[in-house]
């Protein structure tokens, strides 16, 4: 009975911690951040067997193994960000921290025609995480106050 008077009434805890958009589009573009290291691990570990290295296959199996951990971890921390969770914006501002810093360290490789992409990604992740919506939808879901902005 108490559910379906908190599903009715539009001022119950459970409908303000509804993800607004911006929260489905940051929670959507940190999945395919996890996703896409997961997969990426996946094929390093086949391609550990199928082609030749010059890193031993142990080594390349740790690294994938990490590969596809932290890819699952940001998956985590996709579902947990539209559950309204606190835990995942640390994770979250590092990943993208690291994609910047691992960007522009390797521009020199790629040239700079393709390393302002993933920099451009990281710093609109960035921006989104700490755009009012999302952390509204935060503080609204652990019940916090929230903050002025004066």
């Given at each position: 009975?108490?559910?379906?008077?908190?599903?009715?009434?539009?001022?119950s805890?459970?409908?303000?911690?509804?993800?607004s958009?911006?929260?489905?589009?940051?929670?959507?573009l940190?999945?395919?951040?996890?996703?896409?290291?997961?997969?990426t691990?996946?094929?390093?570990t086949?391609?550990?067997?199928?082609?030749?290295?010059?890193?031993?296959?142990?080594?390349?199996?740790?690294?994938?193994?990490?590969?596809?951990?932290?890819?699952?971890?940001?998956?985590?921390a996709?579902?947990g960000?539209l559950?309204?969770?606190?835990?995942?914006?640390?994770?979250?501002?590092?990943s993208?921290?690291?994609?910047?810093?691992?960007?522009?360290?390797?521009?020199?490789?790629w040239?700079?025609?393709?390393a302002?992409?993933?920099?451009l990604?990281?710093a609109?992740?960035?921006?989104?995480?700490?755009?009012?919506?999302v952390?509204r939808?935060?503080l609204?879901?652990?019940?916090?106050?929230?903050?002025?902005?004066?």
């Amino acid at each position: 009975m108490t559910d379906q008077r908190a599903a009715e009434d539009p001022v119950s805890p459970r409908s303000l911690s509804r993800p607004s958009r911006s929260v489905k589009i940051l929670a959507g573009l940190v999945a395919v951040e996890g996703l896409a290291l997961a997969v990426t691990g996946v094929f390093q570990t086949v391609a550990a067997f199928v082609d030749e290295h010059a890193m031993p296959v142990a080594a390349i199996m740790i690294m994938s193994l990490l590969y596809i951990a932290y890819g699952v971890w940001l998956l985590g921390a996709a579902r947990g960000l539209l559950r309204g969770s606190l835990w995942p914006r640390a994770l979250i501002l590092l990943s993208q921290i690291f994609l910047v810093v691992i960007s522009v360290q390797l521009a020199g490789e790629w040239g700079w025609g393709l390393a302002p992409w993933p920099i451009l990604y990281g710093a609109l992740v960035a921006l989104l995480l700490f755009s009012n919506p999302v952390q509204r939808h935060l503080l609204r879901a652990n019940d916090l106050p929230a903050r002025d902005a004066g």
